[in-house]
């Protein structure tokens, strides 16, 4: 039997857990919370720091392969692994994601255009950084923001940038520029070891309170826009020699052309569709992928729309169930908080639904 490690033991390593047993791998996660997602449905837990040396030891002799279901593994902790096992997708993926510096610099590198930036350590870097995108621009920490935390946004010059260094806790910053989008997507995309390459369509996102809301396939984009996600996935692929999943994020601007925001080397939260809509989800494709194995058919089989559960959301659980045309999936969190995500739903229709 091939067992398959996951550092990280979110609802992203349950599901990909939940793929790989129907291949025939065991599944060992690391993740020092006890009774997280992943642990109820892997074969073992390794309860420990993602960077503690005895864990990594037992994970590295346990395991034939090991992945990731998060971007902010500790790259030395990633290296010393790779040093015995594979790990994909590779360390390199991480540092090129931890960071939205370097991030932004890599994906130039790659021909790819971004958001303007300019690096901020410190009040007086802020005040230059906006006054040269004239008072407007979106202010991020480097490193470990998501959902929109750790975000400030500077809509006109008349917003004061008095004390927002200090105020995004007086970490290294980066500034970008705003950019006027028109619409959000995002494509799923996967690389094989032997350097084969397969997209899922791109899907439109829709945030809410700075966390995902909707992802609705197809995307309102030409077919020339489509086409260029996937043309900047493949650069970004070949890049980084890379196997797995990725997911990436762009802004469509209103004339079709794509700004990228930032990419996830893991799968995405705005792929969840492929569960419901194609016959090989991309959580199967990372587990093929990362196995040595063919990826699977990346074609749609319906419209549809990914909903995403959030705190009280799942109070309509049962309205949600009585849908005949949903899927739903839980991630196996007993207490609900507010922005927590608790689940999905997936609706095979090509109707935005708002409510169950
Ligand atoms: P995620 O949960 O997707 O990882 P995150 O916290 O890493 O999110 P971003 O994706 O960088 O944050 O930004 C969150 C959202 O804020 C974007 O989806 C977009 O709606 C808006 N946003 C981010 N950067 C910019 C920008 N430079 N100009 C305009 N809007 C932006
Ligand atoms: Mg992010
Ligand atoms: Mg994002």
Redesign the pocket.
């Given at each position: 039997v091939t067992t398959i490690g996951i550092i990280g033991g979110g609802q992203l390593g349950r599901m990909l857990a939940m793929a790989a047993a129907r291949l025939n791998f065991r599944i060992v996660i690391l993740e020092p919370q006890a009774d997280c997602p992943a642990a109820q449905v892997a074969n073992e837990q390794i309860v420990a720091a993602y960077d503690d040396p005895a864990a990594l030891a037992e994970l590295a002799t346990s395991c034939d392969i090991i992945t990731y279901e998060f971007e902010n593994v500790p790259v030395a902790a990633a290296e010393t692994l790779a040093s015995k096992v594979p790990v994909y997708p590779p360390p390199k993926a991480l540092e090129a994601a931890q960071d939205r510096l370097i991030e932004k610099r890599f994906i130039n590198g790659c021909g790819i255009p971004t958001?303007g930036f300019h690096s901020v350590d410190s009040q007086a870097d802020l005040e230059a950084a906006l006054k040269d995108f004239g008072g407007r621009g979106?202010l991020?920490t480097r490193r470990l923001?998501?959902?929109?935390?750790g975000?400030r946004v500077f809509r006109s010059a008349a917003d004061t940038a008095a004390g927002a260094f200090a105020a995004l806790g007086g970490v290294p910053l980066i500034l970008?520029?705003?950019?006027s989008?028109e619409r959000?997507i995002s494509i799923i995309a996967a690389r094989a070891t032997d350097g084969t390459i397969a997209c899922y369509d791109p899907a439109e996102n829709v945030?809410r309170d700075?966390?995902?809301h909707t992802s609705t396939v197809p995307a309102s984009i030409s077919a020339e826009t489509a086409a260029a996600a996937r043309e900047a996935a493949e650069k970004i692929l070949a890049a980084l020699g890379y196997v797995g999943v990725i997911g990436i994020?762009f802004?469509v601007l209103a004339d079709g052309s794509l700004i990228a925001?930032?990419m996830?080397p893991r799968v995405h939260n705005s792929g969840h569709w492929t569960e419901a809509a194609c016959v090989i989800s991309q959580f199967e494709q990372h587990i093929r992928a990362v196995a040595g194995l063919p990826l699977g058919n990346t074609g749609r089989q319906s419209d549809c729309v990914m909903q995403n559960l959030i705190g009280d959301d799942i109070l309509e659980l049962r309205d949600w169930l009585r849908r005949p045309d949903t899927l739903v999936h839980l991630y196996g969190k007993t207490e609900s908080r507010p922005g927590r995500k608790m689940g999905h739903v997936t609706i095979l229709t090509a109707n935005l639904p708002v409510s169950p």
């Amino acid at each position: 039997v091939t067992t398959i490690g996951i550092i990280g033991g979110g609802q992203l390593g349950r599901m990909l857990a939940m793929a790989a047993a129907r291949l025939n791998f065991r599944i060992v996660i690391l993740e020092p919370q006890a009774d997280c997602p992943a642990a109820q449905v892997a074969n073992e837990q390794i309860v420990a720091a993602y960077d503690d040396p005895a864990a990594l030891a037992e994970l590295a002799t346990s395991c034939d392969i090991i992945t990731y279901e998060f971007e902010n593994v500790p790259v030395a902790a990633a290296e010393t692994l790779a040093s015995k096992v594979p790990v994909y997708p590779p360390p390199k993926a991480l540092e090129a994601a931890q960071d939205r510096l370097i991030e932004k610099r890599f994906i130039n590198g790659c021909g790819i255009p971004t958001a303007g930036f300019h690096s901020v350590d410190s009040q007086a870097d802020l005040e230059a950084a906006l006054k040269d995108f004239g008072g407007r621009g979106v202010l991020k920490t480097r490193r470990l923001g998501y959902d929109g935390k750790g975000q400030r946004v500077f809509r006109s010059a008349a917003d004061t940038a008095a004390g927002a260094f200090a105020a995004l806790g007086g970490v290294p910053l980066i500034l970008e520029s705003f950019v006027s989008f028109e619409r959000e997507i995002s494509i799923i995309a996967a690389r094989a070891t032997d350097g084969t390459i397969a997209c899922y369509d791109p899907a439109e996102n829709v945030h809410r309170d700075g966390i995902l809301h909707t992802s609705t396939v197809p995307a309102s984009i030409s077919a020339e826009t489509a086409a260029a996600a996937r043309e900047a996935a493949e650069k970004i692929l070949a890049a980084l020699g890379y196997v797995g999943v990725i997911g990436i994020e762009f802004f469509v601007l209103a004339d079709g052309s794509l700004i990228a925001n930032e990419m996830a080397p893991r799968v995405h939260n705005s792929g969840h569709w492929t569960e419901a809509a194609c016959v090989i989800s991309q959580f199967e494709q990372h587990i093929r992928a990362v196995a040595g194995l063919p990826l699977g058919n990346t074609g749609r089989q319906s419209d549809c729309v990914m909903q995403n559960l959030i705190g009280d959301d799942i109070l309509e659980l049962r309205d949600w169930l009585r849908r005949p045309d949903t899927l739903v999936h839980l991630y196996g969190k007993t207490e609900s908080r507010p922005g927590r995500k608790m689940g999905h739903v997936t609706i095979l229709t090509a109707n935005l639904p708002v409510s169950p």
